[in-house]
C-alpha cells in the first residue's frame, strides 16, 4: 500500500503563492496518475488538478484554470501543485491522490472513484 504525504500548506494572503508537494513511498510511483483534490468545510471533496504517469497530459478544474499548475518529478516519487492568484474561495484542505489503474494516459474524465491511495491533507487558507 502506497503511502502519500503532503505538504506546503498554509496561510497566505489573497493574490499569494503557495507550492505544494506530493511525496509517495511506493518506487512505482511513475507509472500511477496522480492528482490534487481539495474539501472546503461543508462542501464535497473536489478534483483540482490531474496529471497523468508521464506528466504528458493534465486537466484542470475550470475555478484554477491558469492560475494552478501540476507537475511531478517521477526521479522524486514526488507530484507537485504550483498554486499563484490565490484566492478566499480557494481555502480548503487539499489531498493528493493515485489512480488505481497504472499507465493511464488520458486524465481528464477521471474521478475521485478513479483514486484509491489519498494523503492525509494540507490546510490551505487564503485571507482576504
Known amino acids: 500500500q502506497v503511502q502519500l504525504v503532503e505538504s506546503g500548506g498554509g496561510l497566505v494572503q489573497a493574490g499569494g503563492s503557495l507550492r505544494l508537494s506530493c511525496v509517495a513511498s511506493a518506487r512505482t510511483f511513475s507509472i500511477y496518475a496522480m492528482g490534487w483534490f481539495r474539501q472546503a468545510p461543508g462542501k464535497e471533496r473536489e478534483s483540482v488538478a490531474l496529471?497523468?504517469?508521464?506528466?504528458?497530459?493534465?486537466y484542470y478544474a475550470d475555478s484554477v484554470k491558469g492560475r494552478f499548475t501540476i507537475s511531478r518529478d517521477n526521479a522524486k516519487n514526488t507530484a507537485y501543485l504550483q498554486m499563484n492568484s490565490l484566492r478566499p474561495e480557494d481555502t480548503a484542505v487539499y489531498y493528493c491522490?493515485?489512480?488505481?489503474?497504472?499507465?493511464?494516459?488520458?486524465?481528464?474524465?477521471?474521478?475521485?472513484?478513479?483514486?484509491?491511495?489519498w494523503g492525509q491533507g494540507t490546510q490551505v487558507t487564503v485571507s482576504s
Open positions: 496529471i497523468n504517469w508521464s506528466g504528458g497530459n493534465t
Open positions: 491522490a493515485r489512480d488505481i489503474i497504472a499507465m493511464r494516459s488520458t486524465v481528464a474524465t477521471m474521478g475521485i472513484r478513479d483514486f484509491g491511495s
